[in-house]
Every structure is written in structure tokens, then in C-alpha cells.
């Protein structure tokens, strides 16, 4: 065991920068544990409450998609394979990201991108952190829209949308404009740890319905698919699973606001939540494939009769999720906004809080405006998940990757073939990563262009 302080570079590999001690012991871990000796901060974020706000983070407009990605990738045994091996990296990428903000306390995901891989690594990092959690505001715009619809079917018929007030533009607008904002609002998003459980409980009700609606409902009319028909059907799959396992944005701010900021308990945190999530998903896709065959759409809830009670339940269940959860997903993009302003004019830490306030209030106004009115005239989620949902493997694999290299170059205690076995892993994470957001956004051009609107989840 040895002790270093300062910027120190030893024979074993490890760095230490400022006043930051770190403990190093190579026979510790496979990485050559590194512990952070300085005072942590403490949050005001419980295990438990932690758990609430990442599966929030994760499950909503996802879930809904899945039975639609299932049925696109080839049916549900290769859908269920894509998803188990992505669950697997998405759980080391997390925990490398956990690793890298402890070397300064980091308390955002682009925190953690300027420390390990510098100024230029950490724009890259917010322009994307940006469009990627504005397109997933803009989806959960979508999806309230979705079961405002069939909710107000349900209540007043088939002509609800003749009245102005039941119009869907109107009636997003609404739950937008008095519920959404002012949730968007506060500084922090510890808070959202009381409604993100009512998220999650939603999402576990909307998979319950599913299941049993499959043993209440028919046959499917519509044939179930149960191969692919080429090897590029296999990979359609990927951006909604990616979209749906996307919480590390969220996590490092869900780790910096833990009562207990160590690397065991937020293991005990993404544990807790992949699980959670793995279980949604798979119930959602499988039962949902095998309701409605390849004809279920993009949000398997619109495929349900409008005068289903169980159904119209489940739909105002998964109406109070996106409700909370476009919270935490705008607090993490507009930290990125608010980070490459001060950097932009170069503010001191004394004036960026000064003004803290009313520019939190104008960037979330700003951010609020438009994804609302894009949300408006987007005709569903399949359209927003195919777009962004391949960027999501840039937050998933390849920054984690990158990090990771970064890491054991100038902080791991680890031998030298383990450093070597950990920058391979790092060069396949950010490979990978690279692969699946240039194929997913082909593969949507060429859906787009040559298919039209007769793919899968057209409602």
C-alpha cells in the first residue's frame, strides 16, 4: 500500500494531482484500486432514492418502443440477446464513469469528460450531452401527447379533437406549461427522488397490464416475427435499447448527491436499476411482440383499444412518468448549457453563482420553448428514438471508453498487463461505440428514404 500527494507520476503508473491524496494498492482490484482521501461532500440522496431517480432516468418513452424494436431486430430471442449484451456494458461503463469522477469529486458527466479527457473532450461532450437530452425532452413530449389522446378517446369519444380544448397542441401544452416547468425550475434534483418513485411503480403497472392483456386478447392477425431478414434487421434493435438503458448523463449527478459517495454503493445503485429496468423492458417487449405481431406500433399503448380501462389506467400511469422524468433529463442538459457559458465568458466561480438564478430560469425557459414546440408537430417517438437513440452509444461506450484509457495512463496502480487487458477494453468500448451510432443513423436514413412510413410502429 502507498500514499501520494500532489503531482506526483511514479513506476506504477499513478498520478495524483492538487492536494488530492489517493491510495493505491495494485492487488487490490483488476484496475489497481485508487481511493480519494479528501473529505467527500455529502448529498442528501439515499440508496433507495438513488435507485428511483436512475430507473426514472431510464424507463418511459423506452419501454413503450420495445415490443417495436423486438419485432424490427428479428423477433424476441435476438432482441433479448441485443438487450442482455448491452445491459453488460452499460453496467462497466457506469461504474467506469463513477471511478473517473472520483478522481476530482466530479459532480456532472461532463465533469468527468473535462478531467480525463480535456477542454476539447468536455464541449464535445456538452454539445452532445445537449442534443441527446433535448431529443429525449422532445419524446416525452411526444408520448404525453400520446396519452392525453387516448385518454380524452376513452372519456369522450372519437371526436374529442374537434373541441379546441382537448386539441392535442392545447392539451400538451397545458401539463407542459403548469406541471412540467415548474418541476424544471429548483437548482438540484434531489427532490425528484419522491415522484420518480411513482415513476417507477407506473412503469412496473404499464408491464403488468401488457402481460395479462396478452392472455386476454386474441391470436395476433398480424404475423409475429421470429428471425431476421437480414443481418442489418439485427441491429434496428440497438437505438431503442440504447435509448432505454441511457442513464449515465443522469448518474454522475446521482452519484455526487449520494449520502454516501463511495464506488460500493453506487454498485449497489446500478445494480438496483439495470435490474429494474431489464425486467420492464423484457416484459414490455416480449409480451407486447407476441399481442400484436409485427404490426405493434412504436408506442405499444396506441395499439390497445381506446376503451380498454385497464389500458386507459395504464396510459394515465405512464403520463405521470414522463411527467417527472423530463425533469431530470432537462436538469442534466441544462447543466451542459450552463457550463459552456461560463466557460464561453470566462465567468469566475463568485460571479457564475451570482448569477446563478436568472440564468437557470432563462436557460430552462429557452430549452422548455422549444422542445415543446418541436414535440408539436413530431408525429411519434419512433421518428425522435431512431434519430437520437444511436447517439446515446457516444454516452454509453465511447466516452466511458475513452475515459477509461485515460484513466489507467495517468492514475491506475494496476501492473503493466493489466493496463495493457484495460486499454483494449477501453479501445473495444469506444469502438463499438463509434460502429453503432454510424450504423443506427444509416440504418434510419435508409428506413426513412426507401421504406417511408410502412415500417413497423406506424400509428
Same mark, same amino acid.
Given at each position: 500500500?502507498?500514499?501520494?500527494?500532489?503531482?506526483?507520476?511514479? /513506476?506504477?503508473?499513478?498520478?495524483?494531482?492538487?492536494?488530492?491524496?489517493?491510495?493505491?494498492?495494485?492487488?487490490?482490484?483488476?484496475?489497481?484500486?485508487?481511493?480519494?482521501?479528501?473529505?467527500?461532500p455529502v448529498g442528501k440522496t439515499s440508496l433507495l432514492g438513488a435507485i428511483f431517480i436512475?430507473?426514472?432516468?431510464?424507463?418511459?418513452?423506452?419501454?413503450?418502443?420495445?415490443?417495436?424494436?423486438?419485432?424490427?431486430?428479428?423477433?424476441?430471442?435476438?432482441?433479448?440477446?441485443?438487450? #442482455?449484451?448491452?445491459?453488460?456494458?452499460?453496467?462497466?461503463?457506469?461504474?467506469?464513469?463513477?471511478?473517473?469522477?472520483?478522481?476530482r469529486l466530479s459532480p456532472s458527466y461532463q465533469d468527468v469528460i473535462r478531467e480525463m479527457?480535456?477542454?476539447?473532450?468536455?464541449?464535445?461532450?456538452?454539445?452532445?450531452?445537449?442534443?441527446?437530452?433535448?431529443?429525449?425532452?422532445?419524446?416525452?413530449?411526444?408520448?404525453? *401527447?400520446?396519452?392525453?389522446? @387516448?385518454?380524452?378517446?376513452?372519456?369522450?369519444?372519437?371526436?374529442?379533437?374537434?373541441?379546441?380544448?382537448?386539441?392535442?397542441?392545447?392539451?400538451?401544452?397545458?401539463?407542459? !406549461?403548469?406541471?412540467?416547468?415548474?418541476?424544471?425550475?429548483?437548482?438540484?434534483?434531489?427532490?425528484?427522488?419522491?415522484? @420518480?418513485?411513482?415513476?417507477?411503480?407506473?412503469?412496473?403497472? !404499464?408491464?403488468?397490464?401488457? +402481460?395479462?392483456?396478452?392472455?386476454?386478447?386474441? /391470436? /395476433?392477425?398480424?404475423?409475429? +416475427?421470429?428471425?431476421?431478414?437480414?443481418?442489418?434487421?439485427?441491429?434496428?434493435?440497438?437505438?431503442?435499447?440504447?435509448? =432505454?438503458?441511457?442513464?449515465?448523463?443522469?448518474?454522475?449527478?446521482?452519484?455526487?448527491?449520494?449520502?454516501?459517495?463511495?464506488?460500493?454503493?453506487?454498485?449497489?445503485? &446500478?445494480? *438496483?436499476?439495470?435490474?429494474? *429496468?431489464?425486467?420492464?423492458?423484457?416484459?414490455? *417487449? &416480449?409480451?407486447?411482440?407476441?399481442?400484436?405481431?409485427? +404490426?405493434?406500433?412504436?408506442? &405499444?399503448?396506441?395499439?390497445?383499444?381506446?376503451?380498454?380501462?385497464?389500458?386507459?389506467?395504464?396510459?394515465?400511469?405512464?403520463? #405521470?412518468?414522463?411527467?417527472?422524468?423530463?425533469?431530470?433529463?432537462?436538469?442534466?442538459?441544462?447543466?451542459?448549457?450552463?457550463?459552456?457559458? &461560463?466557460?464561453?465568458?470566462?465567468?469566475?466561480?463568485?460571479?457564475?453563482?451570482?448569477?446563478?438564478?436568472?440564468?437557470?430560469?432563462?436557460?430552462?425557459?429557452?430549452?422548455?420553448?422549444?422542445?415543446?414546440?418541436?414535440?408539436? $408537430?413530431?408525429?411519434?417517438?419512433?421518428?425522435?428514438?431512431?434519430?437520437?437513440?444511436?447517439?446515446?452509444? +457516444?454516452?454509453?461506450?465511447?466516452?466511458? =471508453?475513452?475515459?477509461?484509457?485515460?484513466?489507467?495512463?495517468?492514475? @491506475?496502480?494496476? @501492473?503493466?498487463?493489466? %493496463?495493457?487487458?484495460?486499454?483494449?477494453?477501453? $479501445?473495444?468500448?469506444?469502438?463499438?461505440?463509434?460502429?453503432?451510432?454510424?450504423?443506427?443513423?444509416?440504418?434510419?436514413?435508409?428506413?426513412?428514404?426507401?421504406?417511408?412510413?410502412? %415500417?413497423?410502429?406506424?400509428?
Open positions: 500500500m502507498e500514499t501520494v500527494k500532489g503531482p506526483v507520476a511514479g /513506476p506504477d503508473g499513478l498520478t495524483a494531482s492538487g492536494n488530492t491524496f489517493y491510495v493505491a494498492n495494485e492487488n487490490t482490484s483488476l484496475i489497481g484500486s485508487i481511493s480519494v482521501e479528501r473529505d467527500r436512475v430507473v426514472n432516468a431510464c424507463i418511459g418513452a423506452g419501454m413503450l418502443n420495445f415490443p417495436a424494436a423486438y419485432q424490427g431486430a428479428g423477433g424476441i430471442h435476438v432482441g433479448i440477446l441485443m438487450q #442482455c449484451a448491452l445491459v453488460l456494458v452499460v453496467f462497466g461503463s457506469l461504474l467506469i464513469l463513477a471511478l473517473c469522477a472520483d478522481i479527457c480535456g477542454g476539447i473532450g468536455k464541449i464535445l461532450s456538452e454539445i452532445m450531452i445537449i442534443i441527446y437530452t433535448f431529443g429525449s425532452c422532445v419524446a416525452y413530449f411526444i408520448v404525453i *401527447g400520446d396519452q392525453l389522446d @387516448s385518454i380524452l378517446t376513452f372519456i369522450h369519444g372519437e371526436d374529442f379533437a374537434d373541441f379546441w380544448y382537448m386539441n392535442r397542441k392545447f392539451t400538451i401544452s397545458i401539463f407542459a !406549461v403548469f406541471i412540467i416547468f415548474p418541476l424544471c425550475i429548483p437548482k438540484n434534483i434531489d427532490f425528484l427522488k419522491y415522484p @420518480s418513485s411513482v415513476g417507477v411503480l407506473a412503469s412496473f403497472y !404499464v408491464c403488468a397490464v401488457i +402481460v395479462v392483456n396478452y392472455h386476454i386478447y386474441p /391470436p /395476433p392477425t398480424a404475423e409475429i +416475427v421470429t428471425k431476421p431478414q437480414s443481418w442489418m434487421d439485427v441491429f434496428s434493435a440497438i437505438p431503442a435499447i440504447c435509448f =432505454g438503458f441511457q442513464c449515465h448523463v443522469s448518474s454522475v449527478p446521482v452519484y455526487s448527491s449520494l449520502k454516501k459517495r463511495t464506488l460500493g454503493e453506487f454498485t449497489k445503485v &446500478v445494480i *438496483g436499476a439495470l435490474t429494474i *429496468g431489464f425486467i420492464a423492458y423484457t416484459l414490455a *417487449g &416480449v409480451y407486447g411482440s407476441l399481442t400484436f405481431g409485427w +404490426v405493434v406500433c412504436s408506442d &405499444v399503448l396506441l395499439s390497445y383499444n381506446a376503451d380498454d380501462v385497464p389500458v386507459t389506467v395504464a396510459r394515465c400511469m405512464i403520463l #405521470c412518468n414522463m411527467l417527472t422524468t423530463y425533469p431530470v433529463l432537462q436538469f442534466c442538459g441544462r447543466l451542459a448549457i450552463d457550463s459552456m457559458w &461560463v466557460t464561453s465568458w470566462n465567468l469566475s466561480s463568485e460571479e457564475a453563482e451570482r448569477r446563478a438564478k436568472p440564468r437557470r430560469i432563462i436557460e430552462t425557459l429557452i430549452w422548455f420553448i422549444c422542445s415543446l414546440f418541436l414535440a408539436l $408537430f413530431i408525429p411519434n417517438i419512433g421518428v425522435v428514438i431512431s434519430v437520437i437513440g444511436g447517439l446515446a452509444a +457516444v454516452f454509453i461506450l465511447v466516452f466511458p =471508453g475513452v475515459c477509461l484509457i485515460q484513466f489507467v495512463l495517468k492514475h @491506475s496502480a494496476a @501492473s503493466i498487463p493489466k %493496463q495493457r487487458f484495460l486499454i483494449a477494453i477501453g $479501445f473495444i468500448y469506444t469502438a463499438l461505440g463509434i460502429f453503432i451510432l454510424g450504423e443506427s443513423t444509416t440504418q434510419s436514413i435508409m428506413k426513412d428514404v426507401m421504406n417511408g412510413h410502412q %415500417q413497423s410502429g406506424q400509428c
